[in-house]
């Protein structure tokens, strides 16, 4: 699956885009994002059909759907057609626009703590 990659200049001149933005503020892999972008343009899949799609393995699905749940990108159902043995769930992204929320006041969150941090740490004196 080819990602589209949309880049900003930094004030440093670096280019980056969304996978390296999402990667320094949530450890967010590329499997990860593709996983996301997945989701977000369906109702929702299982960890067989994301795996099949994505051509991944189940285990690097099951790690990233792990993540993207533990993070609140994405909620996890179970499947209601699952008979017997080990539960079946299908996995959803929160709606777009609650995720861009989410992610715009997490960034917002980020820039707060490092404008904290570093008068702290520039302002220290040598000693």
Do not use: W
């Amino acid at each position: 699956m080819e990602l589209e990659v949309t880049k900003i200049r930094l004030t440093s001149g670096k280019e980056v885009g969304i996978i390296e933005a999402l990667s320094f503020c949530y450890d967010i892999s590329d499997t990860d994002f593709q996983v996301l972008k997945v989701l977000l343009n369906s109702e929702g899949k299982n960890e067989d059909s994301l795996a099949e799609m994505l051509k991944l393995s189940k285990a690097s699905i099951n790690r990233s759907v792990n993540k993207l749940v533990s993070l609140g990108f994405v909620e996890r159902v179970k499947d209601s057609s699952s008979k017997g043995g080990r539960p079946r769930y299908i996995y959803k992204a929160i709606p777009t626009e609650r995720l861009i929320e989410k992610i715009v006041n997490d960034f917002k969150r980020c820039a707060e703590l490092f404008g904290q941090l570093i008068p702290k740490e520039l302002g220290k004196q040598q000693q």
